[in-house]
């Protein structure tokens, strides 16, 4: 038997080798995130966060899998690939991603859009990763496949006296990525690099007011103008609405849209232009937590004060200020906010009222400075809890604990009104509904649909349900509207005089009929213990189904 010895030089350049190897595989691999990660955010805002992802994983596995099993192509072919595929992936992203949204199937869209665009780049790149892979997108790609192209031609030349490739079949596919170049009208649209605002489509009367990436997406402040409202009679128009990915967060209707109660006159954005109401009445119905038990009364020559997670357009937060409530905001999405101020109205309530962060870390930081000091901070009387966004909600500002802290920094007849959009028999609400009877003892629901809902259809209905819970134990019971709850407006006047036609019997929300201390086990909603996430992705296709009825599909299509 015969071993081999290395000696030191041997092993030193062995190490080398290795590292290269491994640091190039290493480079191949961060790639492969970064793309799937850039498609999955330009994806996010034509199919929302849960349908974008429902399928991802799987595509990228078994294109992994093909990868490792097939033979692969020449390393030459797959920088050129590479390097064509993933320049022109913003915009192959874009277009496929809207045909495949107009096609109207919340599951097979997004699904088309992974075979089609993520598929190939994540073959080649995992091919790439197999032989010893060294990656920059794009422009490195190309520097590459042009190294080969080169050290093949200097070859020929050496050998032949002359170039056998002409300069025509050799750069042939630059030509894909310059069309995107040189013809504007191939670009994607995407407007949140855009310098100038506002945009106007030329496909359709819908001017971008501003477009910004962010936390929680791409917001999208946009307006539908009034331009074809005497040739398309049904056409949506007259209205501003603020989207975050593939879900609205509100809107108000404008131009000759705005009306008030006595012509008072409108509210007004920064820039002046008149606000009217609201376009989703289940922001107005949030506003009923100031009918609760006495709520809207002053103690001691004080008005209550009220905390609002979750601002999206500011119509609450705005509502509950024009009542002389001292309010305080949490708002996660820094964008969403300074949106809401600049062209909703929303007026800033101090810098000592506003928290740009997540509610769980500010609520956990509250509860501590009241343990630390009983007397400072002074507690809320009313509490307006809607989170909703990218076609869900998150499920840690819906656990028992969360409940249970935000219940301390409540006074003892606090009330609150939790917002939450699905069907009333799916596993979700349910979850919801158990939770908040779980931490607060009482609840109520109401839907904010303007008409009513057919009795066979309440548990497949997806409605915006808001909860109304109370601390206190005397019954939860709301006092008559009246004029001044109304705030000049028509639709207030609509909502609020009209509460009982929308109660919905916490029975249904809960399925009473098949109720048990098993079932409330499954339902309960703990840090350690949370589905809520996982049966919302049941509700997300639907959710997308609404939003492509709600608006045209040139809203969902510019961003």
């Known amino acids: 038997m015969h071993t081999h010895v290395y000696g030191p030089g041997q092993i030193v350049l062995a190490l080398q080798k290795n590292g290269q190897a491994l640091s190039s595989i290493l480079a191949a691999t961060l790639g492969l995130l970064l793309f799937i990660a850039a498609y999955k955010r330009a994806l996010d805002p034509l199919f929302g966060s849960t349908l974008t992802e429902r399928y991802l994983d799987l595509v990228v596995h078994s294109c992994t899998a093909l990868a490792i099993i097939f033979p692969r192509p020449a390393i030459r072919r797959l920088f050129l690939g590479l390097a064509v595929l993933v320049q022109i992936a913003p915009h192959t992203t874009y277009w496929v991603g809207i045909h495949a949204a107009r096609y109207g199937d919340p599951a097979i869209g997004p699904f088309i ?26 422009i490195l790609a190309y520097a590459g496949w042009m190294g080969f192209c080169l050290a093949e031609d ?45 945009y106007h489509s030329v496909q359709y009367p819908l001017r971008i007011l501003s477009s910004q990436e962010s936390i929680t997406g ?23 609405y603020l989207r975050a990915s593939h879900s609205l967060l509100g809107g108000v209707w404008t131009g ?24 989703y009445s289940a922001f107005v119905l949030q506003e009923a937590v100031r009918l609760i038990n006495g709520t809207s009364e002053c103690s001691g020559g004080h008005c209550e004060k009220a905390l609002v997670i979750g601002v999206g357009a500011g119509v609450v937060a705005d509502a ?7 309010t305080t905001l949490v708002e996660i999405d820094p964008a ?30 509250r509860v501590a400075t009241l343990l630390a000091s009983p007397s400072n901070p002074s507690k809320f009387d009313m509490v307006v809890h809607d989170c909703f966004s990218g076609g869900g909600v998150p499920g840690h500002l819906y656990t028992i604990e969360f409940w249970n802290e935000l219940k301390k ?15 009333l028999g799916s596993m979700s609400s349910r979850a919801v509904a158990t939770t908040l009877l779980k931490a607060f ?38 006092r008559p509207s009246v004029e001044g709850d109304y705030l000049h407006s028509y639709l207030r006047r609509h909502v609020l005089s009209d509460l009982e036609r929308r109660e919905l019997p916490i029975s249904i929300v809960r399925n009473a009929s098949v109720w048990s201390e098993e079932a409330e086990e499954v339902f309960l909603l703990t840090d350690k213990d949370n589905r809520l996430n996982e049966w919302q992705r049941v509700d997300a296709a639907e959710h997308w189904r609404i939003m492509r009825k709600v608006m045209p599909d040139i809203v969902w299509e510019t961003f």
């Not at 300074?338 to 930081?365: C, I, T």
């Not at 839907?447 to 206190?472: T, W, Y």
């Open 336 to 365: 969403v906010y300074y949106a809401a101020r600049r062209y909703f109205g929303l007026k800033h309530p101090g810098d000592d009222n506003v928290f740009l962060e997540d509610a769980r870390g500010w609520l956990q930081r």
């Open 409 to 423: 920094i409540m006074t003892s007849r606090g009330v609150i009104a939790v917002n939450f959009a699905g069907k």
């Open 113 to 138: 859009c992974h075979i089609l665009v993520l598929a190939p780049v994540v073959h080649l790149l995992v091919s790439l990763i197999m032989y010893f892979g060294f990656l920059f997108l794009g």
């Open 441 to 478: 003892g009482q609840c109520r629901a109401f839907h904010d649909h303007l008409g009513a809902i057919p009795d066979q259809n309440l548990h497949d209905e997806f409605v915006n349900i808001v909860f109304f819970c109370s601390k206190s134990a005397s019954p939860l019971a709301f």
């Open 154 to 198: 200097k070859h020929r030349f050496m050998h032949n006296g002359h170039q056998v490739v002409g300069l025509t079949k050799r750069y042939l596919p630059l030509l894909l990525p310059a069309t995107f170049l040189f013809f504007p009208a191939m670009r994607t649209p995407t407007l949140s690099e855009f310098e100038e605002f506002p």
């Open 256 to 279: 000759e849209a705005v009306v008030t109660m006595g012509n008072v006159p409108p509210r007004t954005d920064e820039l002046g232009t008149h606000l009217g109401d609201s376009i």
């Open 218 to 240: 791409i917001i999208v402040v946009g307006e539908l103008l009034d331009t074809l409202k005497d040739t398309v009679p049904d056409a949506l128009h007259s209205l501003r």
């Open 320 to 326: 509950l200020a024009h009542h002389g409530i001292s």
